[in-house]
């Protein structure tokens, strides 16, 4: 495994765990705020390290999912600043469901992390 990936896994492991403490608390305290603070820090890493990890070369379409990550940060933190927690909490949500189900995916005996964990 390069650093990048190493990054890129434990930034990865970060966002989930954070994200899962932020989905049981109570919404709009000062702790929901730093936690978000830290998820959206956690999730930017991920997304951005993801651009030094380039199976064969180039980039791959996984990567637009990056870019999306990206997006949809800037869309929830835009939401937010609005004053439209409905819109915030969509587009974090989204997010978070994203990144579980692409971290999922991370699993598949084909990738990286499914042979590491199940050997191949």
């Known amino acids: ?5 190493v990054l890129h896994l434990a930034a990865a492991l970060a ?3 954070v994200g899962i403490a932020i989905l049981v608390r109570t919404k709009g305290t000062a702790a929901h705020k730093a936690l978000g603070r830290v998820w959206v820090g956690a999730i930017a890493v991920t997304a951005l390290v993801s651009f030094a990890i380039r199976g064969g070369g180039g980039f791959s379409w996984i990567h637009a999912l990056s870019v999306w990550s990206l997006i949809s940060v800037a869309m929830g933190i835009a939401a937010i600043r609005r004053g439209d927690t409905r819109g915030h909490r969509a587009w974090m949500l989204s997010l978070y469901a994203g990144t579980a189900i692409a971290g999922a995916f991370t699993l598949l ?12």
Do not use: V
């Open 15 to 17: 966002a989930l765990a």
């Open 1 to 5: 495994m390069t650093p990048a990936i």
């Open 109 to 120: 005996p084909s990738r990286l992390l499914g042979k590491f964990f199940f050997g191949a």
